[in-house]
């Protein structure tokens, strides 16, 4: 069955550039329009998101707890030397409630992105914040990252997503998730004072630089594969990033400031001025890897970088280069401003083409969904659970890359199958409270095939037919 081939612009809005259509939504009149008016609605802290606990406490609190069970069994080890080397059940205990303190949070995170998805004023916005989580992803693949991935998309991401690129990207690489992600805070100048009191005490144990966060920056966050720059510049970068770190983790101890906090530790910065694609920072301590991203941020590779991400994600697999070039020149023009990046984006015909472009990841289906349904409220619903069990769980892509973003990572047989079992739990309590024949269209204004129609119409039940309308191509596609 077929998708359709006649994409209304109202249903490629609502869709494409928004998070799906709502059965009470009404029809933008002036699609372009109803989009660019998104930019006054969008509301960058949201309650659930603000009701979030703490994660640089819940971390202080737990390591705290580590470092006084340490003291306790090393005192208890001398006077019982067979049992060295073993944790005691306090330590195990502990680690065990923190695991699933932080299991906890990161559940409760995600159940707040998907209730500020579900009844946001500015669903177009909301997607760019999903977009932009992914472009500067952290994997929550340990339990301290996994505390602070929600804070991360929140105070990192959301409060910029209508300002500059630069902007956000000083934000992304100042928190405390990146930092702990790509290892950032273990990262030691070779020269610095701290590197040289440790080998001092323990000429046998050096310790030195990190090169994973500054790789990254200039690899995925920033410039992109391939862009010219090489090994001596990243080397040269995460020597300029040494002390970035984080209050109450990693070397410094746990009274260094509000735990949590970006804080920035002298000693452990290289010293000197540092030579990065040709040009020479001379700038001291934090603002030497400061003036370095700003720099990258404005490059002319970064630009392109960016632009060709935002064209596939809105545009197709295949980003078309006109809308790549015209994206890129507006991003210049502008000075890194994203809201002019955005309306040229909707100012262009390429996201317009009137048949589906991008297939939905797991994470824009069930929100699609959900939306389709007239689910206003989250609820008890796991939606942590559930983007687990399509494949995509929510900020733990298992790779700094991010989520692919092309069709032919979501659309396997194994992965649609899934889709069609969860479309049928779904629907199971509102089967009786909505018409898909009449909800298909409302969903997909002037763009709901006729095959689909057909097939929904012989369903043998009104929540069959819901399912298959869910399961359809036309709503399987954007």
Request: hydrophobic fraction near 40%; charged fraction near 20%.
């Amino acid at each position: 069955m077929p998708p359709s081939a006649s994409l209304s612009p109202a249903a490629i809005a609502m869709n494409r550039f928004g998070l799906g259509a709502r059965p009470d939504d009404t029809l933008p009149a002036d699609p372009k329009g109803w989009l660019k008016e998104q930019f006054v609605r969008f509301q960058p802290a949201t309650a659930a998101f603000a009701a979030l606990p703490d994660a640089g406490e819940l971390v202080r609190t737990y390591l705290d707890e580590q470092r006084q069970l340490r003291r306790q069994a090393s005192r208890e080890q001398m006077a019982s030397p067979v049992a060295a080397g073993t944790k005691s059940i306090e330590q195990k205990a502990a680690r065990r409630d923190y695991a699933q303190d932080v299991q906890a949070l990161y559940r409760q995170a995600v159940q707040a992105r998907a209730q500020a998805a579900l009844d946001t004023p500015a669903p177009f916005v909301e997607r760019l914040v999903h977009f932009w989580s992914n472009h500067f992803c952290v994997s929550a693949d340990n339990p301290q990252v996994t505390a602070f991935a929600g804070a991360f998309e929140r105070d990192a991401i959301r409060p910029h997503v209508l300002g500059r690129f630069e902007d956000m990207l000083l934000a992304v690489e100042h928190h405390p998730a990146m930092l702990i992600y790509l290892n950032q805070i273990q990262s030691i100048g070779p020269d610095s004072l701290a590197a040289q009191r440790a080998a001092r005490r323990n000429p046998e144990q050096r310790r030195g630089l990190n090169e994973n966060l500054g790789r990254e920056i200039m690899e995925l966050h920033t410039l992109g594969v391939r862009s010219g720059y090489g090994q001596g510049d990243v080397t040269e970068f995460a020597r300029a990033l040494t002390g970035w770190s984080v209050a109450g983790i990693g070397p410094g101890g746990a009274t260094d400031g509000r735990p949590g906090d970006f804080l920035f530790r002298p000693q452990l910065h290289e010293p000197g001025a540092r030579t990065i694609l040709g040009k020479r920072y001379g700038e001291d301590g934090e603002a030497q890897a400061r003036a370095a991203l700003i720099d990258f941020a404005r490059a002319p590779a970064t630009v392109t970088h960016v632009a060709t991400k935002l064209a596939r994600h809105f545009a197709g697999d295949a980003p078309p280069p006109a809308l790549v070039e015209r994206l890129a020149a507006s991003f210049q023009r502008s000075g890194g401003a994203l809201p002019a990046l955005y309306r040229a984006l909707i100012d262009s015909p390429e996201p317009w083409q009137p048949r589906p472009l991008k297939f939905k990841t797991p994470w824009e289906w069930t929100i699609s969904a959900l939306r389709g349904l007239g689910r206003s409220e989250i609820g008890a619903m796991q939606v942590a659970a559930i983007q687990n069990q399509l494949g995509q769980p929510v900020w733990k892509p298992g790779s700094p890359a991010g989520w692919d973003d092309i069709a032919a990572s979501w659309a396997g047989p194994d992965a649609l199958l899934r889709r069609v079992d969860f479309a049928q739990r779904l629907v199971a309590p509102v089967g009786d409270r909505l018409d898909a024949r009449q909800l298909g269209p409302r969903l997909l204004p002037a763009s709901f095939s006729r095959a689909t129609a057909e097939e929904v119409g012989r369903a043998e039940s009104p929540g069959d037919a819901l399912a298959l309308l869910l399961v359809s191509p036309d709503f399987l596609r954007r």
